[in-house]
């Protein structure tokens, strides 16, 4: 229980280290706000026109009398619709992160400089580092998509689809949110996906206490956008911890520089 509260702390500590450095924090929303008006006009789109797309996908379905014509494409129009949205809050991360990655990455260094006077790096052109990120995200997505699909089919389960599956799923969110925050850290430090999936399911709670939260916040995106930048700079203090790295949890500008590659004792992504 104590790395669950551990991982709320840091995203406080995130959102904190934000509120006092405004220009970071200005620059950090513009990538927030460009995914939104995508997200948005998307969706729109879909309202305007999902019923004519689903009456072009279903023409077997032109003969049908009514009322099961209009019954049967109307679910079809709510199910595509629902499914749009899910898709949106689970991919709504990882192509923020991916518009923003130079904005985020500028970031991410400024909280490893605060902590301990230094900022790791990749060492490899913008191109590849944007091109690992858009692999491991879309690995990501695709991940987080099977896992709704699941929950979202045990959801119509009596009683259990009410209680527990809406909470497994915001745990499941949580995770891949932490996942997908922490990446920005740890791909600096050459942390592979592999690695990064290993850290965080030897440390549950501690991705939980982290993405948990955003998961509920997340389902609004107008809020996402604002706590995008906060949940960047407490992922990198979370990347920190995972990896044994000193001065990971603390605001001490004058820390002792720490090794950025160094897992912590005992770590082996093997079998993953």
Do not use: C, N
């Amino acid at each position: 229980m104590r790395d669950l509260g551990q991982g709320f702390g840091y995203l406080v500590q995130g959102q904190r280290w934000v509120a006092q450095h405004r220009k970071q924090y200005g620059w950090g929303l513009l990538p927030g706000l460009i995914t939104l008006v995508l997200y948005a006009a998307a969706l729109v789109a879909l309202a305007l026109w999902g019923s004519d797309l689903v009456s072009w996908a279903t023409p077997f379905a032109d003969g049908w009398g009514d009322p099961w014509q209009g019954a049967f494409r109307g679910f079809l129009t709510a199910l595509l619709f629902a499914l749009a949205l899910l898709l949106s809050v689970v991919s709504f991360t990882a192509v923020t992160l991916l518009i923003g990655e130079p904005f985020y990455e500028s970031l991410s260094e400024q909280v490893d400089v605060s902590v301990a006077g230094f900022a790791p790096e990749s060492g490899l052109p913008l191109w590849r580092d944007l091109w690992i990120s858009a692999r491991d995200s879309l690995r990501i997505v695709v991940r987080a998509l099977l896992w709704s699909v699941l929950l979202f089919g045990l959801g119509f389960l009596p009683v259990v689809g009410q209680t527990v599956i809406p909470v497994l799923g915001f745990l499941v969110t949580g995770f891949f949110l932490a996942e997908e925050l922490t990446a920005v850290a740890l791909q600096r430090r050459g942390v592979q996906l592999r690695e990064r999936l290993a850290l965080l399911r030897a440390r549950k709670t501690l991705a939980w206490g982290f993405g948990a939260p955003l998961a509920v916040a997340f389902l609004v995106p107008f809020v996402a956008v604002f706590l995008m930048p906060g949940a960047v700079a407490g992922a990198t203090l979370m990347a920190r911890d995972l990896l044994g790295e000193d001065g990971a949890a603390t605001d001490d500008d004058d820390a002792a520089p720490a090794d950025p590659a160094v897992p912590p004792p005992g770590f082996s992504p093997s079998g993953v």
